[in-house]
């Protein structure tokens, strides 16, 4: 049976950690690496594991990493405090494990738990996340959002989901969108991506058209009228910010 270790990041996350660390119970060690939580969070981890360490917040990428690296067997399992495996993921990657495994990662199918169910059409689904690899081949890369793994290597693909219990309410997205737009704008300004008014009125619409319909959204009822929405809202305030950053930089954007 191969070792696989669980990665975990966290910080103030009371209200979800249970779940996560629960669904874990299969790995042969579970660490978690936390940036000076202030509620309950670290009494609920002790229940679960003893490899708790505080780090600093440096950066989604770079707080992934170190969790990585302080892991004490090379194959990872990378959980968000927010996630859970299901059974059948579990059941498969442990009979994987005892297999032996034929990739040097794995991709999985990851569905989103909104507005009382799971949304399995659209743009949030299925949204594959490379979660299961062998750290020795691959490594957390990406800008200050949207982090995933860098593989060498072609992955192989799991049946099995991670459930994302995702916003608790529509106040928690609007909290969340304020911090998440202004770090995607960041990153945009990072690579000179340009603003036009096409871009900021056509960007949006082009967004909510492949969710609902292309992406067969519609499916998903009013919650899936509502993921599109959020989504056309997201884009739009994306490229609004970066818009805003250049005109406080040089004030060249017209």
């Known amino acids: 049976m191969q070792p696989i270790s669980a990665t975990i990041i966290t910080c ?34 002790r229940r679960y594991t003893d490899r708790i360490i505080h780090r600093d917040w ?3 990428v770079d707080q992934k990493n170190f969790a990585v690296d302080a892991a004490r067997n090379d194959w990872i399992f990378s959980l968000d405090a927010d996630e859970r495996t299901s059974e059948e993921l579990r059941a498969e990657i442990l009979e994987l494990a005892a297999a032996g495994f034929t990739n040097s990662g794995y991709r999985i199918p990851r569905v989103a738990w909104f507005l009382g169910r799971w ?20 490594r957390w890369g990406g800008g ?18 991670i459930e994302h219990y995702t916003y608790h309410s529509l106040s928690d997205y609007l ?8 770090l995607a704008a960041s990153d945009y300004s990072r690579k000179g991506r340009k603003v036009t008014l096409l871009g900021l009125a056509g960007n949006p619409v082009a967004a909510f058209v492949k969710s609902y319909f292309l992406k067969r959204g519609f499916l998903d ?13 997201s ?7 970066l818009y805003e950053m250049k005109r406080q930089l040089d004030g060249s954007v017209g």
């Open 12 to 45: 103030n996350e009371e209200r979800n950690i249970a779940r996560s660390l629960e669904s874990l119970s299969w790995a042969d060690e579970i660490v978690v690496i936390d940036s000076g939580s202030s509620d309950a969070t670290l009494e609920i981890c």
């Open 235 to 241: 884009v739009f305030f994306k490229y609004a910010k």
């Open 58 to 60: 440096t950066g989604y």
């Open 119 to 138: 949304i399995r059409h659209g743009e949030w689904y299925p949204d594959y996340q490379l979660r299961l690899f062998d750290r020795r081949q691959a």
């Open 175 to 182: 909290k969340r969108l304020e911090v998440y737009s202004t």
């Open 221 to 233: 009822g009013i919650p899936g009228f509502t993921v599109a929405v959020m989504g056309a809202v």
């Open 144 to 161: 200050l959002v949207h982090e995933s793994v860098k593989l060498a290597g072609k992955p192989g693909l799991l049946r099995g989901e």
